[in-house]
């Protein structure tokens, strides 16, 4: 435990956006409990700007905390943006993940981008 | 409320008085038991002391206690010493799937060698069926090793019906009683064992000690080779202030045996009953009954249990898991797939050992502070929302 920094301490202890938005714009989903990590995104969208992202995970102290991280990170960019936040943007961002969970936790953007695709998918079938 | 510890599995602190009869031997009476001038006469005679004390807390002879440094070289010793003093005899190995790495790995070597090992399955409780160890007996069959009780699960194996079918065979039979040893009687004449393995920080005895029984009669190669100390079993200068540790310790579990188990089991119980009782979506995993007395094991549906032990951790309690997330290999446990827990229980899973210095009043503590966690995490875990928006 004493192997992840306090900013992931501090977002495993108290993480933002937690939840799941009624009628999201945006549904995306990774992992599994096999792996032992599951993220669910949702989002809302409006003016091609993520107005609001949440998650809900099922994982270690470093899926939760990537997945607060990215929640974060995401809010407020538009699509485009977002989109360009990498996996490994997010551990930066967190001063950096234990070695061996680097590809295991990490998958929070890969989640919301998830999410994003699913809106942009959903949105080209109504235009 | 100070931290309270309920990982004892992965360690015991070492009881005081333990301590204190082991210290002369650091500085006072540091010669070497193999010296032939004055210096070793003192630890030369707290060798011959400590082995009986071991002896007797296995009903044993002195003599067929080797010491050895930990649980997993006794069983390293075990099965490549018997394995290549048997080797003419035969090469084919039978053990359970639920046994502690140091007697998995070895085999897998042995394997690698030629050895041909079988695994037993074990039903959901984690319980070994004789019937199938005396189907797997063949003529080739040369070694049987089968733990007493699982220190994950603290399932207790009926070792007496197993070792007896091993005997009928004419196979010998070794169990690994690391978890067991403190906390069940063992008597190797009543269970029957050739070989049994035991480290004495599982019983509040010192790291670095360790013993293998060898009955009489039964051929083995040593691991360490060099000088002739144990009987030329394990080269080495003794360990002499941990191995009398380890005889002070084995003295006080086998003298206060009975008190301790039911003091263990009583907390243990009462741990039992007001988790189930305080927080919905737990599981039971192990026997209900045939388990060590000091361990408790269950899922905590729908969360993960790392998360589970750093939340704890913050609270000052310190548990275990068997998910993939907390081993440092990053896969969860052979012993939780092997009695059929689905990956999600296994992910979700807390084992808690008890010590003596754990009291009914740090229960409810507990109780609270995991209901607390496991709320926390399952409202931002997908599977119970999952579960409440469909149900089952």
Redesign the interface.
Known sequence: ?AQYSEKVMDH??N?RN???IPDADGVG?VG?????????FTIKVKDGILEDVK??????????AVSSMVSEMAKGKTLEEALKITNKDVAKELDSLPK??LH??NLGADALHNAINDYLQKNEKNN | MNAVNLDNVAATPVDPHVLEVMMPYFKDHYGNPSSGHELGEKPARALVEAREKVGDFIGSNPDEITFTSCASESNNMALKGIAAAYKKKGQHIITSAIEHFSVLNPLRTLEKEGYQVTYLPVDHYGLVDPEQLRKAISSDTVLVSIMTANPEIGTIQPIKELAEIAKENGVVFHTDATAAAGYLPLDVEKLKVDLLSLAGDQFYGPKGSGALFVRQGTRILPLIEGGIQEKGRRAGSENVPAIVGLGEAALLAGERMEERTKSLSSVRDSLRKQLFSGITHLHLNGHPDKRLPHNLHISVE??????L???L??AGIYVSSG????S?A?K?SHVLAAIGL???LA?GSLLFTLNLENSVEEVSYIVERLAETAEKLR?????Y?KYLKEGS
């Open positions: 435990m495993f202890s993480p937690v939840g799941e989903e599994n409990p096999v792996c032992g990590d599951m993220m669910k998650f809900l995970t099922f994982g270690c102290g470093a899926a939760i061996n969970k295991c936790s | 729908f969360v993960e249990g790392e998360a032990l750093m939340h951790n913050n998910s993939t997330c907390t440092q990053l969860s689905s990956p999600e992910q409202r931002m875990s997908p599977l929302q």
